[in-house]
T-cell receptor, first 112, second 112 residues
């Protein structure tokens, strides 16, 4: 069974731009969670989607948003990029919101 | 605020030595997961513990979940250079489905 895939793997943007990251979960998984990983803050939860509905949200500004499609694929959008948004963005999928999570390889975002 | 304290943050040992990593919280976990992460990649799930007092073994790795479900430990016996990496514990707290709270991580270096 294929694992979680994320595209693109690497991205370079400039301040003020916006970016969209994509995540395809493991087949059959309906829950997708997003995390931001930085050297200073570690792994922090952004939000979780289940059956196209946001079920849980972390403490990030409104510039961070996401959505999930009927095939469980998910996208994350960051608007008005700031230098501090440079990070590894990880998505994880699970069968349901209560099950263990499996991570993708991440998207490395660099904001210049 | 639900916090997860992981220690030590850094560990550099010789091949063949034993080590233990600790993960503690003041709140009760619904479940706790241990991950290992290589640079530039997503975390890979090692084990999930759910029941207080539970012990799970994965080759030379032994995972314990505290009786009160507020703490966990990872013990590696006879560490090998291939064990080098970032070890992360992540807990799920009741009422926060789909959201993993991560510890700061333990960077392990095993020298040949």
């Amino acid at each position: 069974k294929a694992g979680v895939t994320q595209t693109p793997r690497y991205l370079i943007k400039t301040r003020g731009q916006q970016v969209t990251l994509s995540c395809s979960p493991i087949s059959g998984h309906r829950s997708v969670s997003w995390y931001q990983q930085t050297p200073g803050q570690g792994l922090q939860f952004l939000f979780e989607y289940f059956s196209e509905t946001q079920r849980n949200k972390g403490n990030f500004p409104g510039r961070f948003s996401g959505r999930q499609f009927s095939n469980s694929r998910s996208e994350m959008n960051v608007s008005t990029l700031e230098l501090g948004d440079s990070a590894l963005y990880l998505c994880a999928s699970s069968l349901s919101s209560y099950n263990e999570q499996f991570f993708g390889p991440g998207t490395r975002l660099t904001v210049l | 605020t639900q916090l997860l304290e992981q220690s030590p943050q850094f560990l550099s040992i010789q091949e063949g030595e034993n080590l233990t990593v600790y993960c503690n919280s003041s709140s009760v976990f619904s479940s706790l997961q241990w991950y290992r992460q290589e640079p530039g990649e997503g975390p890979v799930l090692l084990v999930t513990v759910v029941t207080g007092g539970e012990v799970k073994k994965l080759k030379r790795l032994t995972f314990q979940f505290g009786d009160a479900r507020k703490d966990s430990s990872l013990h590696i016996t006879a560490a090998q250079p291939g064990d080098t990496g970032l070890y992360l514990c992540a807990g799920v707290f009741s009422g926060n489905t789909g959201k993993l709270i991560f510890g700061q991580g333990t960077t392990l270096q095993v020298k040949p």
